[in-house]
């Protein structure tokens, strides 16, 4: 079977301090968590439970205002204690948090009990975007964004229609997703026909890495499985292998390599909509059980803890319990952040809470533990060694310090320089075609992490054009005849 990849540039990355694939352990339940009123840079929900009121598991407490904002729910039983506040520091401003702080006590309603099963098959796309609303379901792999808030957009472009199941593992701190798939493989098959039903999609396409094959063939026989068990029609699902090249499981990369496996297998994908695992199975949760995002798989690791693990735990869990369920610390660390070492966020507290979308956390004790393993990188790392960061046109290191070694050309997945871009920016001569060059950035981090003077290349790129600003994905035939 023939492996598509994306053109050029991209990392080979693995990183022995992330968890292992074997499977997940089922973290304690937490006695007391923190349920943040805003899921990510959307509007805030609006609480509609107070300090010393009495909540049960799954319980509604806060309810979404506006469209980029969710229905929240409990993840445990108890009492609520207080709202409380903290900051986020991103790379470029600093957002403020709130959220409620619940404790712990009562019987649970869900865990541990037969829930009952809820017919879908008879629901219209309508009512099943009503469900997922109302039960405050998020894209649990990026963004965090309402799901039905993503799904908006795709409504009105009418037949075909494409959903894109994400299981391209490029990035080794991806291992909860796969943990997921592996122990939850049914209801990933049975999640994948309710979110296509969903969407109105005709083709149900799971992108699978080369290297997990084997994985990707068990979910299609399973989703075979369902199709005769309920004689549905008109949906095939369909394998396609890619790269394992990060950043393949970006969109524009994998829109790259589906659009050439449609041009040579003379398919008809029409516009595509992505769902990793994670998201799926909330859908499932959702729909056949009426059951909102209480738990996740977190892949915790790093070279400062004790036992890296896959663990469940539960939404608004703080960090701190999170580290001790693995043992706690071996040694002091330089870093701690949520995310893959690629695009992670340093933490602000160790008690910042475990949300829908934080799919993993590391703790490292010095910085090798998360470089590319390119051995003429970790050889010009250790020779050119910096400890001053500082500059004083701009938060980024100097551009002095640039070696020069091209590194960050080759591995740069849009063909961009960043060396270039960088030391533009930070001279701070940004001009309308320095602009145009960084609105194709997406910030995939790999120019960064190859650098052997530490600087914050896309860091700094994506920082010149705002979000909501950027270009669509580039052109895909331009990049295919380039």
Partial sequence: MKVYSFPHGGILFDDPYAPSREGSVLSFLPWLVV?????????????VVHSGEKVHEGMLIGEARGEDSVNLHSSIPGNVLRTVSWDIEDISSMISCQGLLIKLGGAFDKLGKVAKEQQWLGLSARELQHIISDYGIVEMEDSGRPLSAVIAPYEDLGPPLSLVVRCVFDDAWLVADYVLCKERLDELAEGAFIAAKMVKAE???LAVSAPERKLGEEILAAMHR?????????????LVLVGSRYPQRHQRELEIVLRRFEKKEKEQF????YMGPATICAVYDAVKYRKPILDRYLAVGGSALARPAVLKVRIGSRLKQVFEECGGFISNPKRIAIGSPFLGRAISSMDEPVMPYTSAVFAVADNDSILNSNPRVLSMRSMYRHTDLNSEKMPYASAVQCICCGECRTVCPVGLDPEKLY???????????????????HGCGCCALVCPSFLPLSQCIVT???????????????????
Avoid: W
């Avoid at 030391?423 to 950035?441: G, P, Y």
């Fill in 35 to 47: 349920i943040p009123f805003m899921q990510d840079n959307g509007n805030m929900s609006s609480p």
């Fill in 203 to 205: 083709k149900i396409i």
């Fill in 226 to 238: 369902f199709l005769r068990e309920n004689s549905i029609h008109g949906i095939a699902p369909l």
């Fill in 270 to 273: 029409g516009p595509f909509i």
């Fill in 423 to 441: 030391k533009k920016i930070v001279e701070n001569e940004i001009d309308e075609k320095i602009k145009s060059l960084a609105m194709k950035c």
């Fill in 464 to 482: 010149v054009i705002p979000v909501t600003e950027r270009d669509s994905p580039l052109n895909i035939q331009d990049q295919e005849e380039n």
